[in-house]
Nanobody, 129 residues
Framework: QVQLVESGGGLVQTGGSLRLSCAHS????????IGWFRQAPGKEREFVAF???????????DYADSVKGRFTFPRDNPKNTVWLQMESLKPEDTGVYFC???????????????????WGQGTQVTVSS
């Protein structure tokens, strides 16, 4: 069974940084995609970023326009962990952040929460002014 566990959230001030971790197990697909989404209270889950892998190598990465240039996928991560490095955080980045996984490499659907089969429980990120 695929298991995803997020960690690394917390309370930071505007302009601060956080590194979120998505520890994963049971991801044995040769091709797969891991996405990050966030959700504020009363709001729909919003796409943040995704990265796909094929044969163990990153293939495609994309970010929401709202985080482009500020959020990245560090590539020195442990093999069982995906990191999301968040810099220059803004109050509008506040929310519960989820990592998600699915098989496949279809870029066209990778920004849609409904395309992912497995989800972690989320980690809270709060950015204060």
């Amino acid at each position: 069974q695929v298991q995803l566990v997020e960690s690394g959230g917390g309370l930071v001030q505007t302009g601060g940084s956080l590194r979120l971790s998505c520890a994963h197990s049971g991801v044995y697909f040769n091709t797969y995609t891991i996405g990050w989404f966030r959700q504020a209270p009363g709001k729909e889950r919003e796409f943040v970023a995704f990265r796909s892998w094929s044969g163990g190598s990153p293939l495609t990465t994309d970010y929401a326009d709202s985080v482009k240039g500020r959020f990245t996928f560090p590539r020195d991560n442990p093999k069982n962990t995906v990191w999301l490095q968040m810099e220059s955080l803004k109050p509008e980045d506040t929310g519960v952040y989820f990592c998600a996984a699915r098989g496949g490499l279809d870029v066209a659907i990778s920004t849609s929460p409904s395309s992912y089969s497995y989800w972690g429980q989320g980690t809270q990120v709060t950015v204060s002014s």
